[in-house]
């Protein structure tokens, strides 16, 4: 099993930066990829940004491009979101997930482990 813990989520206004951690623990994977998920009340979970641990090659939702920056560090088992210049729609409850097998990074069904989540508002 896999065990995820993010943290660094908080209460920022627009404009403003986070950096969001998560940390993974157990029966970790080096040739799969991770990612970032978030979701509003009301609103299915999108995703955010995914990398793959190979090659450490980024991908990146459109509403977030220029402004997220994702990144990991093998030797800790850990991956990053650096968020920059937040907006308000970006207020959301985010995930960290860890990718089992080959599906489509941008997928949640195709990851099998996830976080508890940390909470990220941002007001304008």
């Known amino acids: 099993q896999v065990q995820l813990v993010e943290s660094g989520g908080g209460l920022v206004q627009a404009g403003d930066s986070l950096r969001l951690s998560c940390a993974a623990s157990?029966?970790?994977?080096?040739?799969?990829?991770m990612g970032w998920f978030r979701q509003a009340p009301g609103k299915e979970r999108e995703f955010v940004a995914g990398?793959?641990?190979?090659?450490?090659?980024?991908v990146y939702a459109h509403s977030v491009e220029g402004r997220f920056t994702i990144s990991g560090d093998n030797a800790k088992n850990t991956v990053y979101l650096q968020m920059n210049s937040l907006k308000s729609e970006d207020t959301a409850v985010y995930y960290c997930?860890?990718?089992?097998?080959?599906?489509?990074?941008?997928?949640?069904?195709?990851?099998?482990?996830w976080g508890q989540g940390t909470q990220v508002t941002v007001s304008s």
């Open positions: 997930a860890a990718r089992v097998g080959f599906g489509n990074i941008i997928d949640p069904s195709a990851y099998k482990y």
């Open positions: 157990g029966r970790t994977f080096s040739s799969n990829a």
């Open positions: 990398i793959f641990w190979t090659d450490g090659y980024p």
